[in-house]
Structure formats: C-alpha cells, structure tokens
C-alpha cells in the first residue's frame, strides 16, 4: 500500500497571508490526524477527523482549521500567517476505531513565514 | 489527561554499545503507549507500541520496550547501536479514547564510530 502523502513538501509564505496544506491517508484508513512539529514546542495536536466529522481538537487559535473529505483525504488551513506558525505540519492517518491504532505518519509539510 | 517526558534531550552511544532511552508516562486510565523514530526531514516511524497485551515489546531494527506500570515507565533499549540508530526518538501516548497522542519532547541520538 501506498504510504500517507502530503502536499507541498515546503512552502514559503509571508506575514498575513493564508495556507492550505493537503494529505491523503493510506488507503482504507478514515481517520487523519494532523500536528505541528516546531523545536520549541515539539509536537502538538490539532485535530482528528473521522468520516469528515472533526472528532477532537487540540488547544490551538482558530486560524487553524481542517476538513476531510468523502475520500478521507484531508486538508488543513491556516489564515492569517503568523511568524510563529513556521513548523513541520505531519498528517497521520489510521483506520479510525480505538486508541489502540497505529498512526502512520507522511513526511510533512515545512511551512516558513517570512 | 495523559502525558509522556523523556529523561535527556542528547544522548550519545558508542557504536556496538546499548541505546537506553528513557520515557515516563502520566495517565488516569490504562495507556497505550508508542515509540516513534524521526530521521532528518522525514516524518514519524513507528518502532514499537504497547497495548496491554505484553509488557515486553519487541519492535523493528532490533529495539525493544518494557512497560512497567508500578514505575510508570516504557523505556525503549537497543542492545548494540548502528550507525543508522542516529536519529530522533520520541515516546507517546494515547489514552481516553480521545483519538490523539501525546508527545515527549524527544531524545536525539547521536551515534560515535
């Protein structure tokens, strides 16, 4: 199978500007996950979609949102870039029953503000 | 909520020596716990998890965890360190049946020839 796949890898935005980045989960699984990797907060959750319903979110402003579609694919959105919001943003995706679940990680996509 | 932190950001092993990788687990119900490896600019790869059924996990490129419930432990060992174990680590966990896991902070491994 067909690992998770993100788009774009890299990205390089100005200050106030908005992003959407895209992923598409391994085939058959319905729940995508996304976090955000930065070295001085390490990795943090965002939110969970399952079956295009958001079934948690992490502690983050609402300029982040996401959505997933019939497909299971996944994207998230951030407007009004910040120079804060420079991080790896990684997509996992897992079939969606239980914490017992894999999440199975794509490369990321590395966002710079400028 | 649940929460992991791993003891040392740095450590450093000569090769052919043992990787002792230390994570301590906070959580009010019974956890799941995983060890995930990053290499440079790429994303998480699972090395081995827990889910109640054994308390020693064996997990890819010769790495294993054992889970210690009275330490709150899941401390992940490498017998002999590869060159190739050079990367970061990370523990997590996901309890509560919230759909998300919770990170350390990672330990960087550095691998001496």
């Known amino acids: 199978k067909a690992g998770v796949t993100q788009t774009p890898r890299y990205l390089i935005k100005t200050r106030g500007q908005q992003v959407t980045l895209s992923c598409s989960p391994i085939s058959g699984h319905r729940s995508v996950s996304w976090y955000q990797q930065t070295p001085g907060q390490g990795l943090q959750f965002l939110f969970e979609?399952?079956?295009?319903?958001?079934?948690n979110k992490g502690n983050f402003p609402g300029r982040f949102s996401g959505r997933q579609f019939s497909n299971s694919r996944s994207e998230m959105n951030v407007s009004t870039l910040e120079l804060g919001d420079s991080a790896l943003y990684l997509c996992?995706?897992?079939?969606?029953?239980?914490?017992?679940?894999?999440?199975?990680f794509g490369p990321g996509t590395r966002l710079l503000v400028l | 909520a649940q929460s992991v932190t791993q003891l040392g950001s740095h450590v450093s092993v000569s090769e052919g020596a043992l990787v002792l990788l230390r994570c301590n687990y906070s959580s009010s119900v019974p956890p799941y716990l995983f060890w995930y490896v990053q290499y440079p600019n790429q994303g998480l790869q699972l090395l081995l998890k827990y889910t109640s059924a054994a308390t020693l996990v064996k997990g890819i490129n010769g790495f294993e965890a054992e889970f210690k419930k009275s330490e709150t432990s899941f401390h992940l060992t490498k017998p002999s360190a590869h060159m190739s174990d050079a990367a970061e680590y990370f523990c997590?966990?996901?309890?509560?049946?919230?759909?998300?896991?919770?990170f350390g902070a990672g330990t960087t491994v550095t691998v001496r020839a």
């Open positions: 979609y399952f079956s295009e319903t958001q079934r």
């Open positions: 997590a966990v996901s309890a509560g049946g919230d759909y998300k896991l919770s």
């Open positions: 996992a995706s897992s079939p969606g029953q239980g914490n017992r679940e894999t999440q199975y």
